[in-house]
């Protein structure tokens, strides 16, 4: 059980999405940084769907109410549990009355506060996540407020008697580093990419355009959030104006206005839309736009299907290599 | 310990380049050595012992890739020369995609013995801590 002493606009609780509910017009919802919230839960040896809180401003403060194992991952907030400084992508045990302290990260742009069970609120529709479109799941179908008290689902009695993690805690390398992926930016560094699989209205679109659309570098512009990144580049031009009928979009579409700035659909995304379609940022890769700021540039790489769903099963088979381990760890300090 | 939990440690190994790795439990002992030869820093036979003549010696808690930086940041966390307390974080020991901390075991100035990246084995000594 914990209490928010403070906290920014828009600390959610989230897990991994409310799939299966598109038909019905609802959302996905779920962790910008899907990555980030598993590696939460296998460090604590949670579920792997287990709720965590998505911080996206901060600081973000808490205190401990009952003795608990907590993991920080995604974002790097030089965090604190009372004046013991904690690296990131870490995971430690805190005691009753302990408080947890966020500041503000200096890369990336959300962190995840991952509780040992899971937080404890209703399940709707299949998932904890908050839907913020229609004010519900999550704690109170609202972003979290200062004196919020939230509880974490108690373990089976046996199941975990104390905690497997030693005083000092322990951590796992930042996925970047395990699943690198960049591309070459225009003054000569480079910038994070994102693996894209051409869609539906992909061949409507001018040579010139295709050609910017994969070599340009990306703004993510202050309109950008849990809904979308709208971003700016060079003009897109279609072929001949494109008019659509709404129809079913998913997290990742990137879509392009009359504008010819594209914008990417997250997880906040409504499920349906009727922008021209470009391409699709795959699902292996949603995690790293999660954690790109305002400000930073992308890139699209183009990719097959195959390659698309080889990537998956790489970030699957990353997960299972880090829970493998993770859970020797463990049963090391149990 | 069982036949799936030796798998996991023998695919640990494998996935880090580890040439041995010792696991003791309570009722369990277990050493695992792999074929080919790999160097590894061997720890000193006659370490010194914590606070010997204002002096503290910090040894590796486990084997692993030894740093004194976490790969996401810029700054490092056992400086030669920084002024330390007991129980900082002084590096890490990184086997395959886990980090475990190295921690001060005195307060004092810190005085550096191996350098980053280095694969060393259990109890070897990181760190001298001058004890002022």
Known sequence: MIEILATGALSTVQDLGRTGSLRFGVGTSGAMDDLALAIGN????NEP???AIEVPILPFKIRFLEATDFALTGADCGARLDTQEIPPWWCLHADKGQILTLGVPKSDARAYLTLAGGLDVAEVLGSRSTQMRGNFGGFE????KK???????ARAPGLTPHSAISASGFGVRPPAFGLPLRAASQNGTTTTAVRVLPAGEYESYTEGALEHFWHACWKVTPQSDRYGYRLEGPVLEAKTVIEKRSHGIVPGVIQV????????????AQPSGGYPKIGTVIEADIWRLGQTRIGESIRFLKVSYEEAVAALEEK??????????VQLQRKANS | MNYDELRELITLMEASD???LELRRPAVK????MDQQMPVIEPQSALPTAHDKGRSVVTAPGFGIFSTRHPSREETFGEEGKQVACGDTLGMLRINELYMPVLSTASGRLHRLVEDEVLIGYATPLFEIVVE
Request: proline fraction near 6%; charge should be positive; aromatic fraction near 2%.
């Open chain 1, 42 to 45: 296998i460090l604590l040896g």
């Open chain 1, 141 to 144: 179908g609202r972003p979290l």
């Open chain 2, 30 to 33: 277990v050493r695992l050595e």
């Open chain 1, 316 to 325: 699957q088979r990353y997960l299972m290599q880090l829970r493998q381990a």
């Open chain 2, 18 to 20: 580890l040439h041995v």
């Open chain 1, 257 to 268: 206005p009359q504008s010819g700035q594209p914008i990417i659909q997250l997880r906040d």
């Open chain 1, 49 to 51: 769907n287990a709720a």
């Open chain 1, 147 to 153: 004196n919020d008290i939230l509880r974490t689902i």
